[in-house]
């Protein structure tokens, strides 16, 4: 297991802990960004999708802030960047 995808298995302990999950995806997409000056620091680019009942009613700004909230002992040192689509059940069913 190499280091970001230790990282993604502490984002999604963490994530689980904050929120009920009905899917989840933490892809790595680091090597998209090589030679970047923030990648220079050792913090990773990752691009999560999460579908959860606590996002029902939410708007964007705040689903994204309970994810912030969830993984925040991760910013700056592991994560980087973060690429979010949280959708709700009932949005995640309409997008199939």
């Keep these: 297991m190499n280091k970001n995808q230790e990282r993604i ?3 999604l302990a963490d994530l689980k802990v904050a929120l009920p999950i009905d899917r989840i995806a933490i892809d790595d997409e680091s ?12 913090g990773g680019h990752f691009k999560l999708t999460l579908v959860s009942p606590a996002f029902d009613g939410l708007n ?6 309970l994810i912030y909230a969830a993984l925040d002992r991760h910013i700056p040192a592991e994560i980087h960047a973060l690429t979010i689509e949280a959708h709700s059940p ?5 997008l199939k």
Excluded: K, Q, T, Y
Aim: a positive charge.
């Design 9 to 11: 298995a502490l984002f």
């Design 31 to 42: 090597h998209l960004h090589a030679g970047h000056a923030g990648a220079a620091s050792g």
């Design 60 to 65: 964007r700004l705040a689903r994204h802030r």
């Design 90 to 94: 009932a949005e995640a069913a309409l």
